[in-house]
């Protein structure tokens, strides 16, 4: 999913678009040297900066559930299941690109967002699925943040016990209160105006992934030396040390894990809005920077998932670095898991802020009169005179305190990840960039090309399904034993 939660970069388009119009009008000469065809400031991104770009938006906290993954299939499917994923991820990416231009592929009208793709090429019930879709897993991944970061600080504390008291001591500590004080920190947070425009946001999100990616990959590999060999086996975790029905649901749920990693679809065209007027076209482009960050990612994860099962075998840890398959040095993991909440901090803003603006307009066109909903007040405490909304304080909190309740009662990393991964792979990353290539291209129903899209679009539907009820298996097992707001973990 847009792990990094790239900025959305036509937020600042948007602010600047009535100037850019004005200007662009002054003269065609002027227009083309500062501007491009739809009036907005030249583009002059290129193929290695939207790789960049797609790197940086992809590796992420998926990361770091790689290796338990790889452990529940093993070394034959594991690596074969991330690179069909890599390839599938790829391919849909590619039809995506050419929607980025509707009709003509160097000279059609502009989609600035997967939205406005969805919405220029398909129509009815389907749009507002796909916004439903939307905004749902904005919901789920704010929840899924929220307990990633949790667990982070929850295994800095618990590091440092294990340092003190020695490894014997469990350091038993619950979760609850991180949560709370993550949750708190997202309240004020969500009231700062435009807080995913900040320019140096998206550059701190990317030093903070590749950080503990990084981390987590040299530990790795630190223990496969320790241990002098390879663990694993060529078919996964054995059954025995989980029942047969655990084995497949773990397995399932492994897909999942697996597609989360790979989760960026909704950013790409955002991205491709980068790069600059064609020759040769922006799709032409994009997809040969699908290719360069598609292949790298993937190299990476396979490195990061594959090294975690080197090291710990069937006993990989669900999060690499909070389910203390390292405990040295301590400091190591600390500063790891640090990046991860300095990370997700920023990125579940940044991931929300189309939802909280979304609501916000909505119900500023209902009801325009209400002083509650659309009147500011002024702040003469903040020096850059801050003006706050009653509505944006009480909604936004709203949510942040919701999504922090859900995640005290459903605290499973891996199980929430599996469950995003599932049900944001097959509609956003698979069945509307396939409808709206076949849409853009015109290909004819029932032809040799429509049946090819229509199976692929079946099979990962079947993934996805599959996948979820891995997942909800895993939950439900895990409620069995889980005692909410519990004080200790």
Same mark, same amino acid.
């Given at each position: 999913?847009?792990?990094?939660?790239? +900025?959305?970069?036509?937020?600042?388009? #948007?602010? =600047?678009?009535?100037?850019? $119009? %004005?200007?662009?009008?002054?003269?065609?000469?002027?227009?083309?040297?500062?501007?491009?065809?739809?009036?907005?400031?030249?583009?002059?991104?290129?193929?290695?900066?939207?790789?960049?770009?797609?790197?940086?938006?992809?590796?992420?906290?998926?990361?770091?559930?790689?290796?338990?993954?790889?452990?529940?299939?093993?070394?034959?499917?594991?690596?074969?299941?991330?690179?069909?994923?890599?390839?599938?991820?790829?391919?849909?990416?590619?039809?995506?690109?050419?929607?980025?231009?509707?009709?003509?592929?160097?000279?059609?009208?502009?989609?600035?967002?997967?939205?406005?793709?969805?919405?220029?090429?398909?129509?009815?019930?389907? +749009?507002?699925?796909?916004?439903?879709? #939307?905004? =749902?897993?904005?919901?789920? $991944? %704010?929840?899924?943040?929220?307990?990633?970061a949790s667990i982070s600080m929850l295994a800095i504390k618990r590091a440092n016990c294990f340092h003190?008291?020695?490894?014997?001591?469990?350091?038993?500590?619950?979760?609850?209160?991180?949560?709370?004080?993550?949750?708190?920190?997202?309240?004020?947070?969500?009231?700062?105006?435009?807080f995913d425009q900040i320019s140096w946001l998206s550059i701190l999100a990317a030093i903070m992934s590749f950080t503990y990616s990084t981390i987590g990959l040299g530990l790795g590999i630190v223990q496969v030396v320790a241990n002098r060999g390879v663990k694993g086996s060529l078919?996964?975790?054995?059954?025995?040390?989980?029942t047969p029905m655990d084995k497949v649901w773990r397995s399932l749920q492994a897909f999942g894990d697996i597609a989360f990693a790979y989760s960026y679809s909704l950013i790409l065209i955002e991205i491709q809005d980068t790069i600059r007027a064609p020759p040769p076209s922006e799709s032409k482009v994009m997809r040969r920077a699908t290719v360069v960050s598609v292949a790298t990612t993937t190299l990476f994860y396979m490195l990061c998932g594959c090294m975690g099962y080197a090291a710990f075998g069937d006993n990989a840890p669900g999060n690499l670095l909070t389910g203390f398959g390292f405990y040295e040095p301590f400091w190591l993991l600390d500063i790891a898991n640090a990046a991860i909440v300095v990370h997700l901090v920023g990125a579940y803003q940044v991931y929300c802020q189309p939802l909280f603006a979304f609501v916000e307009k909505w119900a500023q066109q209902r009801w325009p009169e209400s002083r509650f909903i659309t009147g500011e007040i002024q702040l003469p405490v903040v020096s850059c005179g801050f003006?706050?909304?009653l509505f944006r304080l009480t909604w936004r909190s709203v949510f942040v305190v919701a999504t922090t309740v859900v995640s005290m009662l459903l605290p499973f990393f891996n199980d929430v990840v599996?469950?995003?991964?599932?049900?944001?792979?097959?509609?956003?990353?698979?069945?509307?960039?396939?409808?709206?290539?076949?849409?853009?291209?015109?290909?004819?129903?029932?032809?040799?090309?429509?049946?090819?899209?229509?199976?692929?679009?079946?099979?990962?539907?079947?993934?996805?399904?599959?996948?979820?009820?891995?997942?909800?298996?895993?939950?439900?097992?895990?409620?069995k034993v889980y005692k909410p707001f519990s004080t200790t973990d």
């Amino acid at each position: 999913m847009g792990e990094n939660g790239t +900025v959305g970069k036509q937020h600042y388009y #948007q602010g =600047a678009a009535a100037m850019e $119009v %004005a200007s662009a009008e002054q003269g065609h000469t002027a227009a083309s040297k500062c501007f491009d065809d739809d009036g907005r400031l030249k583009r002059t991104g290129t193929m290695w900066t939207a790789s960049a770009h797609i790197i940086t938006a992809v590796i992420g906290s998926g990361v770091l559930s790689l290796a338990w993954a790889i452990a529940q299939l093993g070394w034959v499917a594991g690596p074969a299941v991330m690179l069909l994923f890599s390839l599938v991820t790829y391919y849909t990416s590619a039809l995506l690109s050419d929607c980025y231009r509707s009709g003509d592929e160097t000279t059609g009208k502009r989609n600035y967002t997967y939205m406005d793709a969805v919405n220029a090429n398909l129509s009815g019930i389907k +749009v507002q699925i796909c916004g439903f879709l #939307q905004y =749902a897993n904005i919901v789920g $991944v %704010a929840i899924g943040y929220t307990i990633a970061a949790s667990i982070s600080m929850l295994a800095i504390k618990r590091a440092n016990c294990f340092h003190v008291e020695g490894h014997v001591n469990p350091c038993h500590i619950s979760s609850t209160p991180y949560m709370i004080i993550f949750g708190v920190a997202q309240i004020f947070f969500s009231q700062i105006p435009d807080f995913d425009q900040i320019s140096w946001l998206s550059i701190l999100a990317a030093i903070m992934s590749f950080t503990y990616s990084t981390i987590g990959l040299g530990l790795g590999i630190v223990q496969v030396v320790a241990n002098r060999g390879v663990k694993g086996s060529l078919t996964g975790i054995s059954i025995g040390v989980v029942t047969p029905m655990d084995k497949v649901w773990r397995s399932l749920q492994a897909f999942g894990d697996i597609a989360f990693a790979y989760s960026y679809s909704l950013i790409l065209i955002e991205i491709q809005d980068t790069i600059r007027a064609p020759p040769p076209s922006e799709s032409k482009v994009m997809r040969r920077a699908t290719v360069v960050s598609v292949a790298t990612t993937t190299l990476f994860y396979m490195l990061c998932g594959c090294m975690g099962y080197a090291a710990f075998g069937d006993n990989a840890p669900g999060n690499l670095l909070t389910g203390f398959g390292f405990y040295e040095p301590f400091w190591l993991l600390d500063i790891a898991n640090a990046a991860i909440v300095v990370h997700l901090v920023g990125a579940y803003q940044v991931y929300c802020q189309p939802l909280f603006a979304f609501v916000e307009k909505w119900a500023q066109q209902r009801w325009p009169e209400s002083r509650f909903i659309t009147g500011e007040i002024q702040l003469p405490v903040v020096s850059c005179g801050f003006k706050l909304n009653l509505f944006r304080l009480t909604w936004r909190s709203v949510f942040v305190v919701a999504t922090t309740v859900v995640s005290m009662l459903l605290p499973f990393f891996n199980d929430v990840v599996g469950f995003l991964g599932a049900i944001g792979f097959w509609p956003l990353t698979v069945y509307f960039p396939v409808e709206m290539y076949i849409v853009q291209k015109k290909i004819p129903k029932w032809s040799s090309q429509w049946v090819c899209l229509q199976l692929l679009s079946l099979g990962c539907l079947i993934i996805t399904i599959a996948s979820a009820a891995g997942s909800i298996a895993g939950i439900m097992s895990d409620l069995k034993v889980y005692k909410p707001f519990s004080t200790t973990d």
